[in-house]
């Protein structure tokens, strides 16, 4: 069975340290995959 990691954030933008963290923890708990999980709580008025 798959290891799936969930990485949720507001991604805005994605930069290169969400990548590196997301590589990190995939790496250390040995995960087979990372979904990225855009969320946000802004609101548009």
């Keep these: 069975m798959a290891r799936i990691g969930i990485y949720g954030s507001s991604f805005d933008p994605i930069t290169n340290v969400h990548l590196w963290t997301a590589s990190t923890v995939a790496h250390r708990s040995k995960l087979?995959?990372?979904?990225?999980?855009?969320?946000?709580?802004?609101?548009k008025r």
């Design 32 to 43: 087979d995959t990372i979904v990225f999980l855009p969320c946000s709580n802004k609101t």
